[in-house]
């Protein structure tokens, strides 16, 4: 027994090592053809990395991605930062999503840096040396909104200071930084809502905060600008408007405001915050009945008011991808035309803001 003892283990042993020749060399063409560059690890690493961060169906989605059965494929789900990141560069249902709204918000950027340093060119040439000296001392008092929100006195604008300075221009960078946030905000999250469920969810909160944003700083221009000579009116519309604001963002940050039971809930918040806006319109052309300003800036609101309100429609009702599903997976879906329509809108709104500010700097309180 203990000679076929011997004879069986070394024949066994003769095996393992035949077994461990093999695995060696197994081992040696796999780094060579599977991962020029490191280790076994490393090329199944990479197997499961490519595996991993591969397109997949709707049907594969877990549950928190599932939110458009009409977008039927190019998903990604559960993807690295680093390629969450890159894939910016490459075709899938968000491509367009994250650019439609980065593209705006470098737009937006580029307004705010015109804005600040080109708005005299928009006056006539004899209020030109005003815009300048105002510019420059009315940009810190963005900083301090308390202070800005104090200078909505009329008292501020009397007298001869109303007409050696043009009107202050915080209400206007307010819209701006407003829209910049918003539009940042959600690309950011398009870009970075494939990492997992919980980054999902916490990018989704600042999603809905960046929006909460955008319809609050809508307000200042057309509330300050239109109430300005009546302190009570403007602080008590901006006033409110704030709250609002402050409120609607502190919900949106909520983990429940997300829920699927609070969708109606969000939309309605969303909803009323915007629709309030027609109450100060709707003042503002009473008080003004007699200026043409009154009657353009209010076309441009209800402009902006048609693509906001067109938009939502066609985000609610998920058109055209509910029409031939899956056609749409990459371009041309309702979330881009959304987008679009959002960051027309808001160049509207510059816009009409702009016509205020020209307004303002003509006439000032005293003029009106
Ligand atoms: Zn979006």
Redesign the pocket.
Known sequence: MGSEGQDESGELSSMGVTRRRNKVETVKEMNAVRSPLGSPRKAVLELWGSVKHQLVEFSALPAHLRDNNYILGHYRVDWSVKRALFSIFEMHNETF?VWT?LVGFLLFLGLTIYTATHLPNIVEPNTLHRWHSGIMESLPSYLHLPEALSSCVPGTFDGTRCVQRPITRWPFFVFLAGAMFCLLA?AI??LFSCLSATAFYALMRI?YAGISTLIAASFYPPVYYSFMCNPVLCKMYLGLITTMGIGTILASLLPIFQTSEYRAFRASLFFTMGVSGIIPCVHKVLLYQDEPIAYKTLYMEIAMGVMYGLGALIYATRIPERWRPGTFDIIGNS?QV??ILVVAGAYTHYQGGLLYLKWRDATSCSMS
């Open positions: 999503n709204h959600s999250c398009h999603d979330h959304f987008h």
